[in-house]
């Protein structure tokens, strides 16, 4: 079974300070890793995912298979970093699992000026 | 140009009442989702359709029946509507081809039922 587990529902820095939220899964298969941010009363919008490993709006993320984790990190918040973050994993083409996005149960994060 | 489009965006309603919210997306996508995000913000999948077949139909109550009359439509039928269905309701439509799963979201629709 497909499970995300984001062990901080809160998280409050302040600007400037090196944020890191925390996103652990389990998946007998091989895993495809998404972090999806929802700012106030948004749309969910895709943040980065795994295979491409670029950085985004400066906010970086590593799998590591080992540790069967996806931290999402950014050396310097903003405030306009305030948000709602999801760690989603994504199944495998055929099954029932074709195209799932099972989501952890999200992280807000504020940023304190 | 708005990418994934879901109507009405709000809805108040009575319980025992029946409900329809629709989802379009203009992506050329193959495949849409419906998502239910409740009130503690936990989101989880409900349907998951692609070209107009259902693929996925996680443990949702019968009285919730998906209807897709093309690729680009996934409307979302709600029958004797319950308070716990209150809950904010996110479509999603993705390219699944080449094990990508890149999913686009909808804005949502806030149901609540009194």
């Known amino acids: 079974a497909q499970r995300v587990t984001q062990p901080e529902k809160l998280l409050s820095v302040f600007k400037g300070a090196p944020v890191e939220l925390k996103c652990n899964y389990s998946y007998s298969g091989s895993p495809e890793l998404f972090w999806y941010v929802q700012y106030s009363r948004q749309r969910l919008q895709l943040l980065l995912r795994h295979i491409s490993r670029e950085s985004i709006k400066g906010f970086t993320a590593d799998l590591n298979k080992g540790e069967t984790s996806f931290h999402l990190k950014k050396p310097f918040a903003q405030e306009e970093d305030s948000a709602m973050y999801y760690c989603a994993l994504g199944g495998n083409a055929g099954g029932t699992s074709y195209g799932k996005l099972t989501f952890g149960q999200g992280t807000i994060l504020t940023v304190h000026p | 140009d708005t990418a994934v489009s879901q109507t009405p965006k709000y809805l108040v309603t009575q319980m025992g009442n029946d409900k329809s919210i629709k989802c379009e997306q203009n992506?050329?996508?193959?495949?849409m989702y419906w998502y239910k995000q409740d009130s503690k913000k936990f989101l989880k999948i409900m349907f998951s359709y692609n070209n107009k077949e259902l693929i996925i139909n996680e443990t949702v109550p019968n009285r919730f029946s998906p209807k897709s009359p093309d690729k680009a439509h996934l409307n979302l039928h709600i029958n004797s509507l319950e308070l716990g269905d209150s809950a904010v309701y996110f479509c999603?439509?993705?390219?699944?081809?080449?094990?990508?799963?890149?999913?686009?979201f909808g804005p949502g629709t806030r149901l609540t039922v009194l």
């Open positions: 992506l050329g996508h193959d495949t």
């Open positions: 999603a439509s993705s390219q699944y081809l080449g094990g990508r799963n890149e999913q686009f």
